[in-house]
């Protein structure tokens, strides 16, 4: 939110709640606007989730890292959140390559703290907000084990995707171990019982090996390119 905005909402604090309720729309209005304008110059990009709670010493550190620099070094801007763990390990495998590193932070009372590595910073109050932008500009999702929040983001990727509100991407889940139980349960569940589709499951790809995620994301556009068709456009454009 711009200082013009702030002191605004400032200003309205002590307002009737609906006056404040139409003021913070306002607020939530230039989230959009700022962030959008700010990322329209990354694409192609490529948005790394996973644990904010592991160390630096953690194996998936080190491969998210990897995977980050790889996808740097290949062109592609890498979007995290900004924070620390899997996001910091991917911030500083792009900030350590050849394109930007962007962080999409959110302020929250625990766990968030902005990692260094960043290019690009922007701090979000509205989670809604965020993920419009994680989806947005990405050319692909990386995946690697994490809590609810990653959870989150790939659910929210496969709802837009599997309901044709989004453009299908790459969805790659990182650590094939870690997800086993779940994709299982996706298909003797959610499949079996029809409430997915089984060819539902075929939007996402587990792959284990850096090398091969972003051979994976180049054999996805191959032929197109990596901007929007006029079609996926629209779909963006209404998100």
């Known amino acids: 939110m711009n200082d013009k905005l702030r002191k605004i909402a400032a200003q309205v604090d002590a307002a009737s709640p609906t006056a404040r309720e139409s003021w913070r729309m306002l607020g939530i209005m230039a989230e959009f606007v700022e962030a959008t304008e700010r990322l329209a110059p990354v694409r192609p990009a490529v948005s790394i989730f996973g644990s904010a709670r592991i160390d630096a010493d953690h194996p998936y550190f080190a491969q998210a890292e990897k995977v980050a620099r790889l996808l740097s070094d290949a062109g592609f801007s890498i979007i995290s959140g900004g924070g620390p763990g899997v996001m910091e390990a991917a911030s500083k495998g792009a900030y350590q390559g050849r394109s930007p590193s962007v962080g999409l ?114 054999k996805h556009y191959e032929g197109r390119g990596f901007e929007p068709l006029p079609q996926e456009h629209e779909l963006l454009l209404n998100l």
Not at 110 to 119: A, F, T, V, W
């Open 105 to 218: 932070n959110i302020l929250l009372p625990q766990e968030q703290q902005s990692n260094p590595y960043q290019d690009i910073s922007l701090t979000f109050h509205h989670f809604f907000a965020r993920k419009v932008m994680f989806v947005k500009f990405a050319a692909a999702y990386v995946v690697l084990p994490g809590g609810f929040g990653t959870l989150d983001e790939l659910m929210e990727a496969l709802t837009l995707i599997q309901t044709h509100k989004s453009r299908r991407f790459p969805l790659i889940l990182m650590n094939g171990a870690y997800w086993q139980g779940l994709l299982d349960w996706f298909r003797e569940r959610l499949v079996s019982e029809g409430m997915i589709a089984a060819e539902d499951l075929d939007l996402m790809l587990v792959i284990d090996e850096p090398e091969q995620v972003v051979d994976a994301i180049f």
